[in-house]
């Protein structure tokens, strides 16, 4: 956040599991003017993955303490995994039901058409710049997967050389609105 502040620009957050002791980045974020998304309670697909109520029972979870923090309720959503994983392949269709039905019920899900490469804690600072410049171009539109810096320490030292290099081609750095349009990945599964 406190980059994000440095170079002025907004970004998206997608919190997941409830975790008291970080209650306040969630709500700073919210308070700063980032979008603060949902994504998901438990991590582990043979969770989350299992059946549609169980998927529902987590993202209700999840959507309460986002509301609970910021004092608004998200319709915003990244899958875990993103809409193409293959991590739910155990249940075939579930992911073609849900992402149906997370629209039907008025959610706005997102994948990303930009990964840092960020999820591996084998990918250097220098891997992440280059995995995020080498796609963007001037004059595109982009959602680019990042995580948070708990458990990611080398997005920390990325982050800046990335926002240096969108701010040299002029880009515009914004926060996903409900008015975003959406960036979905083929559902595999």
């Known amino acids: 956040l406190d980059i994000l502040n440095r170079y002025n620009v907004k970004a998206s957050f997608f919190v997941g599991k409830k975790v008291d002791t970080l209650k306040y980045i969630m709500t700073r974020a919210h308070d700063e003017g980032h979008t603060v998304g949902l994504h998901a309670y438990s991590h582990t697909a043979s969770v989350i993955y299992a059946n549609t109520d169980i998927f529902f029972y987590y993202l209700y979870k999840?959507?309460?303490?986002?509301?609970?923090?910021?004092?608004?309720?998200?319709?915003?959503?990244?899958?875990?995994?993103?809409?193409?994983?293959?991590?739910?392949?155990?249940?075939?269709?579930?992911?073609?039901?849900?992402?149906?039905?997370?629209?039907?019920?008025?959610?706005?899900?997102?994948?990303?058409n930009v990964?840092?490469?960020?999820?591996?804690?084998?990918?250097?600072?220098?891997?992440?710049?280059?995995?995020?410049t080498k796609k963007i171009k001037p004059g595109g539109s982009y959602v680019v997967l990042m995580h948070d810096s708990l458990s990611h320490t080398n997005t920390v030292e990325a982050l800046p050389q990335i926002l240096d290099y969108l701010q040299s081609i002029g880009a515009q750095v914004l926060p996903i609105t409900m008015d975003t349009p959406q960036v979905h990945h083929h559902v595999a599964n």
């Open 62 to 112: 999840v959507q309460d303490w986002v509301e609970s923090a910021t004092g608004e309720k998200s319709f915003l959503y990244r899958f875990p995994g993103g809409s193409s994983n293959t991590s739910s392949n155990f249940n075939p269709g579930i992911m073609t039901t849900l992402t149906r039905m997370v629209q039907e019920k008025g959610f706005h899900y997102f994948d990303w």
């Open 115 to 132: 990964s840092s490469g960020d999820g591996s804690s084998t990918t250097t600072a220098a891997q992440m710049v280059t995995n995020v």
